[in-house]
């Protein structure tokens, strides 16, 4: 996808592959059921073998003939190829989740860190057992419609968690009603209940700025919430940590500034004016109230 909007990785490494070099026409391809352990496919060509695991034989199907896959030919298939082709599947499994344990352990070992006695004292403590070290908005301190606040903070355990706490972020002013967004730490990979007491975790927690919102200031805070719902409250008093503060900015749409670019269309004729009120890059809609 990169390469087809022409952008350039200067840094670090993605992996993937590019969707404009030709590829084999036998290649491989390769499917895994969404629930674990039920079953994996490899297809070349009109050629398609099911994996089941230890569910049930392994299915073989022509896809040429029988798009819908309702007549197994698996008996049709030598059985060493057959057990090839399984433990070739297994091995491409085995791979992928190598990748993503690879880099699950890699977001583990940057965002978990000792426990150190320069560290600064908390700001604030929820529900008597999680520090907040520090947590600061990411940023230019400007966004619009439809764009993300993203706020980095420094936890840390008391001690030790026997259930699973969500991260909250809670955008107010400029929408109705307060916008929340809550996420087990680190996208998952470090619930609660696996935090070492004394250890620092640093996270990031996200929040989507509504498509309606008015443009000027959004208030940003942060909190801690139960799965199920319920706010864990803060030792001093209060569900939420203020952070900062974004500021929404509404900027004219491309099209719509490129007509207003235009030369006259005949000769004589003057380009329009531009209404008084419509935002532009540099000037932010103040008079906008949203609907």
Request: hydrophobic residues 40%.
């Amino acid at each position: 996808m990169l390469e087809l909007v022409g952008a350039k990785v200067e840094a670090g490494y993605l992996p993937g592959t590019s969707l404009l070099q030709p590829v084999a026409g036998e290649r491989a391809l390769y499917h895994s059921c969404w629930r674990s352990h039920r079953c994996l496919s490899e297809r070349i060509g009109d050629e398609k073998v099911i994996d089941h695991y230890r569910e049930r034989s392994p299915q073989v199907f022509d896809l040429a003939k029988d798009p819908s896959e309702k007549q197994d030919v698996a008996r049709s298939m030598a059985k060493e190829l057959l057990a090839t082709r399984v433990d070739r599947m297994r091995t491409w499994r085995a791979a992928v989740n190598g990748r993503y344990e690879a880099l699950r352990a890699a977001s583990l070992a940057r965002a978990m860190h000792p426990a150190d006695a320069a560290e600064p004292p908390a700001v604030a403590t929820f529900g008597g057992v999680i520090d907040a070290l520090g947590c600061a908005v990411d940023g230019d301190g400007e966004v619009v419609r439809g764009d993300y606040v993203w706020v980095k903070c420094r936890w840390r355990a008391r001690e030790e968690l026997t259930s699973a706490w969500k991260v909250a972020l809670r955008l107010e002013g400029g929408v109705r009603t307060p916008e929340e967004k809550s996420s087990a730490p680190l996208d998952g990979l470090l619930p609660t209940f696996r935090w070492t007491p004394g250890q620092v975790v640093e996270d990031e927690v996200f929040a989507q700025v509504p498509l309606f919102a008015r443009a000027g200031e959004l208030k940003v805070a942060v909190g801690w919430t139960r799965y199920g719902g319920g706010h864990i409250a803060r030792d001093d008093g209060g569900e939420w940590l203020d952070v900062g503060a974004v500021r929404v900015v509404v900027k004219a749409p491309p099209k719509l500034k490129a007509q207003l670019a235009k030369p006259p269309a005949s000769k004589g004729a003057s380009a329009p004016e531009p209404p008084d009120d419509l935002p532009t890059d540099d000037v932010a809609a103040e008079e906008d109230e949203g609907p």
